[in-house]
Every structure is written in C-alpha cells, then in structure tokens.
C-alpha cells in the first residue's frame, strides 16, 4: 500500500514535522510505503508527479488550506494536524476505508484552476501559472467591456454623442483597468512560479513594461520568466549577515531584481519584439496591392496567430489606420477572425467532449461569450497548454473566415464590439455574408481541434 | 548536535499556571531580554496551543536576539494546565528557540520535532538522561 501525504500549520513548525513523524512512523508499522511533505516555513520533502499517481491513498493533516489540485482523481482524507498528532494510527484507519475520489468541487477555490499542473514541470508549469493568474482578468474584463458596447460602440467615450455614463465606467473597469492589468499578472504569476513571493514585483514590473514598451503578450511572457530567474539568482548569489536577513528580503532583494529586470525589458526583450514587430508592419504595408482573399486570409492568420499579442495588434491597428483613408474592409475581416478562435474552441468542447478536461469543457462556456464579444484573448488559456496543436486550428479557421469577409466585400464602420455592434443597423455591410464567414471559420476552428487535440486521458498519461 | 547537562534543567514553580510558568522559564533562560521571550512564547502559545500528549509541551519562539538554534529539556515541579491534545497536564517542556529570519537551522528543529513523537526519547527526556537523549538524536540525524 502505497500512502502520500502533506502536513502543515499555519503558526510555528514543530507541528508540522511532528504530523508528518507521527504518521511515517504509523504507517511503516503496518508496513505502508508512506512518505509526508512538510509545509511549514518551507515545502520539504515535496512529493513528485509521480509520487502521486502511484499512491493508493492522500492523507492531509492541516491546521491550514493546502492545495489539493495536485490530488484530483485520488482517494483523499483531510484531517486536522492534532487529529494526526493524536491518533495517526486512527487517522490511517479512517484514510484506507476512504472509498471515494477528490474531486475539485465547484464552489470551492481550486476550481478557479483549470490548468491541471500535477504533471507538469518547469517552465510548461510556470507558464500555466501565469496563466491560471491571468485568467480571471480576461474573463472579468471582457465581459464588462462587451457590457459597454452594449449602450453602443461610442458610448464609453465622453465626445461622442452616445456617451452614457453607466458606458464609460464599465469601460474603465473592464478596459482600463482589469485588461490593463492582464500582462502584469501574467508576468507576475509566471515570476511567482518560479521564484515565490520575491518574484511577483519584478514580474508585474516586467509585465507592465510589456504594456508600455509594445512587446505584449509575448514581451510579457519572457519578461516574467526572466524576473523569475534572476529574482531567484539574486535569492542564492546575495548574501549577508545573519542581521541583514530581513533588509535583504524586503530591499536588496526588491530592488536588485525589479532594475535587472526592468532594464531587460527596456534593452533585450523589448527591443527585439519592438524590432520584430517594426519589420511585420513594413511588410503588411507592401502587401496592400495583392488581391483581396490573400490579404484577408493573411489578415485572419495573424489575427489568431498571437490571439491578442503583437501580431493580432498590428493586424488591428494597421486595419485601423486603413478606415482613416475610408477602406472598412481589412478592420471587418480583423473582427470576424477574432472571434472565430474563442468560438471554434467553445463549439470543439461541446462536439469532442472527451478532448477536454471537465474544467477547460467549464471554462470554455465563457468563450461563446468572449468570441461573441471579439475578445480572441478568451482563447489564450487553450493554446497556452496545448500550442502546437491549438494555434494552427485556430490560425487555420481565422485565415478561412477573414479570407470569406474580404471575397464578400463585408465592411464594418466600427473597429471594435463583436456580435454587439452588428445588432446595431448599418454598421456592418453585407450582415448575412459577415455572419456565414464566422460561422464557418467557426466550425472549421472546431473540428481541426477536435480532430488534433489528444484525448485528455492522453494527454494526462503523457 | 551535541546535547549536554546544560540542555537539561529542572524549574521550581510556585504558581502552576502556563502564563507564569513561561515567565520563570524566560527569566531562567533569558535573563535579560526575559520579558520579549516571554512576549513570544505566550504570542505562539495564543495561536495555538504547544501542548502536545503524555504531559508534554512544546512552547517555542523566534528571538532576534540569539544567534542560534538552543533548545532546553525542562522538567517543572509541578503539573500545569497547559490545553494538550490529550488533556493531560503537562511535566515537561522541550523549549525551542530559533533566530528570527534564519530558516537555515530548520533542519535541526525538524529533527527535534519529530523526535518528539519517539517514546524512547520522551523517557529519556524525563528522565533527564543525557547520553540516551544524545545517542536517540544522533542515530536520527
């Protein structure tokens, strides 16, 4: 018999050591293969992906919350630490009758997670943590943008004629202010993954750069790795007298690792990406001769490429800039290739129910909502855990629905607002052609998925 | 680790009630900065009890004033009401104390904790045996 475990407290330490002693020792007696991870100050004695999977039983003796993420699927028993001080003999007792699996329940806090990281590692796992970190703000944000749109496209902003106060607010919660803290929490979390507590300044630092600098998604990305390991380098190279403990954790440590960090994102990741980013405009630019489907199929291509990233931006903007010169075409097929990927990803849950996870076939419901809204930054948590199967679906599809927009000539007056502003009469031309593009690209989106994604019981073994 | 004569040490209580016991034992250990050890101890005791089973406590502090890992066998005159898992009152405290802001001895009150779940040892420590106390610790570590 096989038996893991994980002991904690939230004050002191000797308690901690003192369960996880407790509960060893009972269970060698009995001939148990038994091995307990002390959560006190640090993690000890961590137990491994694998660890996990080939116990029989999870015990926890906890006077605090642990994460139970890892134990999903596996027979579990949560006991208070004195229980397990006590009575670790009567506490195993209790642990091997345990007939039924933990599950993560909907109203409970792990639920927010649908990254399953138990068989991850290193950098794959840092990524999902950022993710996971980000997620909230996307939904939230979106969501509350798309409410905006509903009092109309304009109606956030004070000069227009339709500005409704109730508008502008959701504006500035949902776009000013949970949007714009999408990328600092993504550097964070990946920093925080990496690094711990030490890592969440110079991640959110590195992350709001990415913001300001241009380097987006992407910027962001390698600025919260790269905050975490340094925050960590200077963790382990930084060292001082028994004394300076405290100062080097709340100053040396801050600072050092917010300036290298900082100045990397100023230097070498942002300048590359600015540089990458400077290079596709020019092309994009030289390209606006070539006929209408290349263009739009090129168009919807990158719109999916980076959902919400560099690429998607220029695409957007550069589409943006063409309705000043009175071409509404380019901006349409941008749109409608930016709500196919959150689309195609809803529509493949509910048509390939076993390629998914019961939490990303939850998750995934908000998508109608995002993709409806085009907010394509819905479909990031998919391609993040699975890239290289779920970018070329969404690609694919996106391509193949701003490909039809342009053939069929659909302009749209509005840069922004999804599903929203085509219940709004005249600004988008062609309404029954824009809506068959989506659709499509949407279903072609939805099949390429759920023909390349792996099972994910798979996916889990692998 | 060496443990020795001076890790043992026995306390006459007059009044048997923890918050003055934890007292005595700062102004025995700590004779000058006795009243921030008490502090301590009795904030960790508030968050939780240290009593543990079998008339033991455990009561611990992080003290910015010391430089490493102690830790004192004590046995008391009397029985304290002292709130352990067993309700049993308690005889002996195993004091830890610890630098503030150094988890590098984490290892050593590790040991020390669970070593406190070994009957063999908790004999040992009652009664005040040295060499048994020390070779239990050795073969832990």
Known sequence: MKIVGVSGCPTGVAHTYMAAEALTEAGKKRGFEIKIETQGVDVENELTAKEIAEADFIIIASGKTIDKTRFVGKKLLEVKISDALKDASGTLDKLIECTSAYEVSTDSKESDDIFDTTNVNGIYKHLMTGVSFMLPFVVAGGIIIALSFAFGINASNPDDPSYNVIAATLDLIGGGSAFALMLPVLAGGIAYSISKRNGIAPGAVAGMMAVSGGSGFLGAMLGGFFAGYVTNFINENVKVGRDYQSIKIVLIVPLLSVLATGFAMATIIGIPVAFILAKLTDFLNSLSGANAIVIGALFGGMMALDMGGPFNKTVSVFSIGLMSSGINEPIAACMAAGMTPPLGIALSTVIAKKKYSNAERQAAKVNWILGASYITEGAIPFAVTDPFRVIPSLVFGSAITGAMSMFFGVASLAPHGGIWIMLIPNVITNLPMYILSIVVGTIVTALMLSVTKKDFEERNVN | ?141
């Open chain 2, 1 to 141: 680790m060496r443990i020795s004569e001076e890790n043992f040490l026995c306390l006459d209580i007059s009044n048997p009630n923890k918050k003055d016991v934890l007292e005595e034992v700062s102004r025995l250990l700590f004779p000058v900065q006795w009243e921030q050890a008490k502090d301590s101890f009795l904030k960790r005791e508030n968050e939780f009890s240290t009593g543990l089973v079998d008339g033991f406590a455990i009561p611990h502090a992080k003290l910015d004033f010391i430089d490493e890992v102690k830790f004192y066998f004590i046995n008391l005159s009397k029985e304290v009401e002292w709130g352990t898992l067993d309700d049993s009152k308690v005889r002996t405290l195993i004091i830890m104390v610890i630098p503030d802001g150094d988890t590098n001895q984490l290892k050593i009150l590790s040991s020390i904790s669970r070593m406190m779940m070994n009957q063999e040892f908790k004999a040992a420590v009652r009664a005040q045996d040295t060499n048994i106390a020390q070779k239990l610790i050795e073969e832990r570590l």
